[in-house]
């Protein structure tokens, strides 16, 4: 990969990182409700997630969804309803305090956050329009893929990670305000189900 191909490659993902997204979002509100180690908890498993579908797009899988529309439809409905999911047990344990969800388990933050970035198939079909512009597709090899995802989870880690911490250094602040945040936190979640399942039909 010549430089200025990588420097495309270090624009787009900063793009797709520095996005809104629903990944972004819950690790905002997981680090302003519970601290920043659940926070980077969500933002490592989303960075792994990410990184899946990358490798998917790059070995082969891209064909498979291409050529079959209704599969995609049904990534987009098995996304969306994980979307909703998290949307609902957010706005449900929106109730909860900071005390009472500083006791929650560690373990399962990470896998939420992998989960979290395998439910939108959106990220497969951009790294399938993308990756030609900037290579050619019979050429790829490890050193290539190797760049690509070093590149890619430097910047998502960054990205999300500095959401973390603004999220816990505000904490004291927001503390009395965690419902609310939480709440809009779900709503959003929702709106992200809404717009994937909605672009199927």
Not at 71 to 89: E, R
Request: aromatic share 10%; hydrophobic share 55%.
């Amino acid at each position: 990969m010549v430089l200025s191909d990588w420097f495309i490659l270090v624009l787009a993902c900063s793009a797709m990182s520095f996005s809104p997204g629903p990944n972004a979002m819950l690790a905002l509100t997981t680090s302003i409700k519970s601290g920043h180690s659940k926070g980077l908890q969500l933002v490592l498993g989303g960075a792994l997630g990410f990184a899946v579908l990358i490798l998917c797009a790059l070995f082969g899988l891209n064909s498979m969804v291409v050529a079959s529309e209704q599969l995609i439809d049904w990534f987009k409905v098995i996304g969306s309803g994980y979307l909703l999911y998290l949307a609902t047990s957010t706005w449900i344990n929106s109730s909860k305090g900071l005390v009472e969800a500083s006791s929650e388990v560690h373990s399962g933050y990470f896998f939420k956050g992998f989960l979290l970035a395998l439910s939108n198939p959106k990220i497969i079909l951009f790294w399938i329009a993308f990756i030609p512009t900037i290579v050619d597709v019979s050429t790829i090899d490890f050193s290539f893929v190797l760049i690509l995802l070093l590149t890619f989870l430097a910047i998502e880690v960054f990205a999300e990670g500095g959401l973390v911490l603004l999220g816990a250094k505000a904490q004291k602040i927001l503390q009395k305000h965690v419902t609310r945040i939480e709440r809009v936190s779900a709503i959003i979640l929702a709106g992200f189900a809404v717009l994937i399942l909605s672009a199927s039909q």
